[in-house]
């Protein structure tokens, strides 16, 4: 079991560092637009949210809209990855020049900490389920964190699409039982069972 980063798993995969992946990408929602030439057991589909520890005061409304975003104080991604793709998507490879960026992160539990600790106030784009467990406190997020739907005017509206990736026709070449197979099998059954890997 080895973990890598999002912004260079893929490019593991295909060198074979790594012969199953567990992980997501952007999506237009409801588009069948998987990166590379994989084979692809979806999860789920699901958009983003807000997770805030901002006052109710400093943001008061259910929903950001597509204008609103680049005024309010966000945790992103120090470097690529799937939420750094949403925002290209919305606002262009420029897009930190047009958004207020309060501080960068290298993953979620940093931004979790900075914001439960109070170092940092803004919001973080973040899977609805990821929000959802930190508010819950099934994620160290803590009290105080609150989730801000995005408006429907995002344009393209856009999914997290999370799943199992291999390497296309790769499983063939082995019996099952092989450990790439067995692996596949197991997410297989997860999938199959209506509940896969909740957090």
């Known amino acids: 079991m080895l973990h890598v980063r999002t912004?260079?798993?893929f490019a593991r995969l295909d060198a074979k560092e790594i012969d199953l992946l567990c992980g997501g990408f952007a999506s237009v929602a409801g588009a069948d637009d998987i990166p590379g030439d994989y084979e692809f057991l979806p999860w789920?589909?699901?958009g983003l949210v807000l997770l805030t520890n901002l006052p109710k005061r400093e943001l008061p409304v259910p929903a950001v809209s597509v204008g609103r975003l680049p005024g309010i104080p966000l945790i992103?991604?120090?470097v690529g990855g799937v939420i750094v793709d949403f925002l290209r998507r919305w606002y262009g490879s420029d897009f930190r020049s047009r958004l207020t960026i309060v501080a960068t992160i290298d993953d979620i539990y940093y931004g979790l900490a900075l914001m439960r600790s109070q170092m940092a106030y803004g919001c973080m784009?973040?899977?609805a389920d990821i929000a959802q467990a930190?508010?819950?406190g099934r994620l160290p997020g803590g009290p105080g964190l609150r989730l801000v739907d995005l408006g429907p005017d995002f344009d393209p509206m856009m999914e997290l699409v999370t799943g199992t990736f291999a390497r296309r026709a790769e499983r063939g070449v082995f019996g099952q039982s092989h450990p790439l197979n067995m692996l596949w099998q197991a997410f297989a059954d997860e999938v199959a069972s209506g509940a896969p890997y909740s957090l």
């Open 76 to 78: 992103v991604p120090a």
């Open 125 to 127: 784009l973040t899977s």
């Open 7 to 9: 912004k260079d798993s």
């Open 134 to 136: 930190a508010v819950e």
């Open 44 to 46: 789920r589909r699901e």
